[in-house]
């Protein structure tokens, strides 16, 4: 096909099953060398996609959430799996490109889209309906789509109007895609972000976000983190804080929050979520 104004034909309901790595190598430099590490990126990616499914409000504490970001018609769902299951990458640039034109919220893409198809992809990985590289290409894919978009979608705004914001998550690879995206909806209502995926929580990150003057502390929880890890990590920002002028909320999500919600607002959290929408509109009731 030469032209990128041709369209590909719609792809049927079976793409994607059967790919192999040597059969498109060209389609993507995220799959460039990774049979090399498919053991160690194997256990990263079974995490990954059971830390960052779509779930429920864990609870605010003392935060009336405010859902107002509209949400993206189920024919978007099925499509953009196809799309990241397809050999071709061609669907999948047509799938960005509507998402970009379509200017839907990132915060009801992260809902309707991201999260319940990572979902999809962890019960095709158990399932072992997908191979090893077609479930490592979407989920590559799925990280370009939230990249994209965020870089869209930045809500530019002067830098005396920025709420400011810090993410950073307790050790272990598979919280990139959720912070991610959880960054990307928060830059989208106008904050400013500081850390992200890359950011694993330390002493040195915690002396950094008491003295940076930021209004909210995100951290990010796995689905392997032990709360004997988490509570010294929340009680000395606590402690750090009511020594200092700092204005600082707390915010932690995860997918182990929803079973220990109590816990976390005893050790001192502000707001307790495992939902982007909710972190994102409690975060905005707490510094108001």
Known sequence: MSGRDEVPEEPGSDLGKGMAADNHPSDFEETNGASDRAGSFSNRLQNAIKDHVAGRVAGLHGVQVNRRAPEISSVYFTELL????????????????????????????????????????????????????????????????????????????????????????????????????????????????????????????????????????????????????????????VEMRNRSTARLKIAVGGPIVAERMDQFLEMGADLVTNNARDAVFGAQELIA
């Open 82 to 237: 196809a799309a990241l299951l397809e050999p071709d990458p061609r669907y999948m640039r047509l799938m960005i490109e509507r998402l970009e034109n379509d200017n839907a919220p990132l915060l009801a893409i992260c809902d309707t889209l991201v999260m319940p198809i990572s979902a999809a992809l962890g019960k095709m990985w158990e399932e072992d309906s997908q191979s090893f590289v077609n479930i490592s290409v979407a989920t590559a894919r799925l990280q370009t789509l939230v990249n994209k978009l965020s870089y869209a979608r930045q809500n530019f705004v002067s830098t005396e109007q920025r709420h400011r914001i810090f993410l950073a998550r307790m050790k272990g690879d598979s919280h990139t895609l959720g912070l991610s995206m959880l960054a990307a909806c928060f830059r989208e209502r106008g904050w400013d972000v500081d850390g992200g995926p890359d950011e694993e929580i330390s002493d040195r990150v915690v002396a950094r976000i008491l003295k940076g003057n930021y209004e909210m502390f995100g951290l990010s929880i796995n689905i392997d983190s032990q709360l004997g890890e988490v509570e010294p990590i929340i009680r000395k920002v």
